[in-house]
């Protein structure tokens, strides 16, 4: 099992920043591919972003190429996602996700946080 639990949400106007954290617990957080996703009100949740074991490679959603970065200690077992020039559309419940393998939707992973909100006001 793997539990993991974000922080970092909150409510910044737009153009501003936030930080995501999510602290992982149980098995070996090394092993696995950390994912970010996010769900607006009415809407499926969507792949933000993801990064592999080591952390060299990346992947982002279109919507948050140049905006975002995901980066990852796996020494703290955190997994960060650092958004800048926030839009009122990223709005959303903000959750980090677990894989064995890469993927870019949800079903692909394995563990899930309880969510973080971010608010962006326009």
């Known amino acids: 099992q793997v539990q993991l639990v974000e922080s970092g949400g909150g409510l910044v106007q737009a153009g501003g920043s936030l930080r995501l954290s999510c602290l992982t617990s149980?098995?070996?957080?090394?092993?696995?591919?950390m994912g970010w996703f996010r769900q607006a009100p009415g809407k499926e949740r969507e792949f933000v972003a993801r990064?592999?074991?080591?952390?060299?490679?990346?992947a982002y959603a279109d919507s948050v190429k140049g905006r975002f970065t995901i980066s990852r200690d796996n020494a703290k077992n955190t997994v960060y996602l650092q958004m800048n020039s926030l839009k009122a559309e990223d709005t959303a419940v903000y959750y980090c996700?677990?894989?064995?393998?890469?993927?870019?939707?949800?079903?692909?992973?394995?563990?899930w946080g309880q969510g973080t909100q971010v608010i962006v006001s326009s």
């Open positions: 996700a677990a894989a064995s393998y890469l993927s870019d939707y949800p079903s692909g992973y394995d563990y």
């Open positions: 149980g098995r070996t957080f090394s092993r696995y591919i």
């Open positions: 990064i592999d074991w080591s952390g060299s490679t990346t």
